[in-house]
């Protein structure tokens, strides 16, 4: 089992960065695909970024592209979501998820989930 614990989530301003932070705790961390989701409030939660296990292949919503930056380091079993020139329609929860030997942007492609992040742009 992979247990996932995000971080670095707070309040920014529109235009601001903040850099989030998932660790997981659980062995084969780099066969892990990794995904990154967030959910605002009344919506549905949603595909922003994924990275391959080797770190070498990433993909992001449109949304997003441009803008935030996935990577890891699986010597840390970490991976990150840099976010730059936030939005307030970033606002949300945000969720790291584990994807076993899979490069999905479905949620439902993923096996462990992270209890999330709260990140709020205000303008």
């Known amino acids: 089992q992979v247990q996932l614990a995000e971080s670095g989530g707070g309040l920014v301003q529109a235009g601001g960065s903040l850099r989030l932070s998932c660790t997981a705790s659980g062995r084969t961390f780099s066969s892990y695909s990794m995904g990154w989701f967030r959910q605002a409030p009344g919506k549905e939660r949603e595909f922003v970024a994924v990275i391959s296990g080797s770190g070498g292949n990433t993909g992001y919503a449109d949304s997003v592209k441009g803008r935030f930056t996935v990577s890891r380091d699986n010597a840390k079993n970490t991976v990150y979501l840099q976010m730059n020139s936030l939005k307030p329609e970033d606002t949300a929860v945000y969720y790291c998820?584990?994807?076993?030997?899979?490069?999905?942007?479905?949620?439902?492609?993923?096996?462990?989930w992270g209890q999330g992040t709260q990140v709020t742009v205000s303008s």
């Open positions: 998820a584990a994807d076993y030997q899979q490069f999905s942007h479905r949620l439902g492609a993923y096996d462990f």
